[in-house]
């Protein structure tokens, strides 16, 4: 075998390696049942809040609430691409960002304890990185666009975001549906005799 076929090999493993990751997106009720299998835990805070920001954990346990003009968020100072990050706080976390925060617990705790939970759910091959893919699948299957989804992930590049635009489809083909339809007039109401 020659160089080039060995890398034509090493290649190929690394896209089906890669396609395989990206299609370990957990459902809200699936990250519901981890959490639950937490209980009450600072692991469980983590978890949670991993999955309504799209953040990796590291951000997630760095992060400092702030209240904005347009309410509560969580901020970070550097994130993996050297910029500071700002997300709003969903409804459903803002008690736990309101509370002991940032919490008082380590990225590899979280990670084991997750883990852990993972399996006993019967999602062994899920991982902790997967809650991201979550946040960004949810958020594009209710219509969120790309660009947007981008900017809560801190995507530096489109590109990086790219990888959703499957998820998109429906939305688009909805969109090119729209093209050239006639709006529908109201009709005028029949007066009363």
Same mark, same amino acid.
């Given at each position: 075998?020659?160089?080039?076929?060995?890398?034509?090999? &090493?290649?190929?493993?690394?896209?089906?390696?890669?396609?395989?990751?990206?299609?370990?997106?957990?459902?809200?009720?699936?990250?519901?049942?981890? *959490?639950? /299998?937490?209980?009450?835990? $600072?692991?469980?805070?983590?978890?949670?809040?991993? &999955?309504?920001?799209? $953040?990796?954990?590291? @951000?997630? !346990?760095? =992060?400092?609430?702030?209240?904005?003009?347009?309410?509560? *968020?969580?901020?970070?100072?550097?994130?993996?691409? +050297?910029?500071?990050?700002?997300?709003?706080?969903?409804?459903?976390?803002?008690?736990?960002?309101?509370? #002991? $925060?940032?919490?008082?617990?380590?990225? $590899?705790?979280?990670?084991?304890?997750?883990?852990? =939970? &993972?399996?006993?759910? +019967?999602?062994? /091959?899920?991982?902790? /990185? %997967?809650?991201? /893919?979550?946040? *960004?699948? @949810?958020?594009?299957?209710?219509?969120? %666009?790309?660009? #947007?989804? +981008?900017?809560? !992930?801190?995507?530096?590049?489109?590109?990086? #975001?790219?990888?959703?635009?499957?998820?998109?489809?429906?939305?688009?083909? @909805?969109?090119?549906?729209?093209? +050239?339809?006639?709006?529908?007039?109201?009709?005028? @109401?029949?007066?009363?005799?």
């Amino acid at each position: 075998m020659n160089d080039d076929t060995m890398g034509d090999i &090493f290649r190929a493993a690394k896209k089906v390696s890669q396609a395989k990751r990206a299609s370990n997106r957990l459902s809200g009720p699936e990250v519901l049942r981890v *959490a639950r /299998h937490l209980g009450l835990s $600072w692991s469980r805070d983590a978890v949670r809040v991993a &999955f309504y920001t799209g $953040w990796r954990i590291g @951000e997630v !346990l760095a =992060a400092q609430p702030i209240d904005t003009p347009s309410g509560l *968020a969580l901020a970070i100072t550097d994130s993996k691409n +050297g910029t500071p990050r700002m997300v709003p706080v969903h409804p459903r976390i803002a008690h736990l960002v309101r509370g #002991t $925060w940032p919490l008082p617990v380590t990225k $590899w705790t979280v990670s084991k304890d997750a883990k852990a =939970a &993972f399996r006993a759910v +019967g999602l062994g /091959h899920a991982r902790l /990185h %997967d809650l991201r /893919h979550s946040a *960004a699948s @949810e958020m594009i299957n209710a219509g969120v %666009d790309l660009y #947007t989804v +981008g900017g809560v !992930l801190g995507h530096k590049s489109a590109v990086s #975001t790219a990888r959703y635009a499957h998820l998109a489809q429906a939305r688009l083909r @909805e969109a090119v549906g729209k093209i +050239g339809a006639r709006k529908s007039q109201p009709r005028p @109401e029949a007066k009363a005799a």
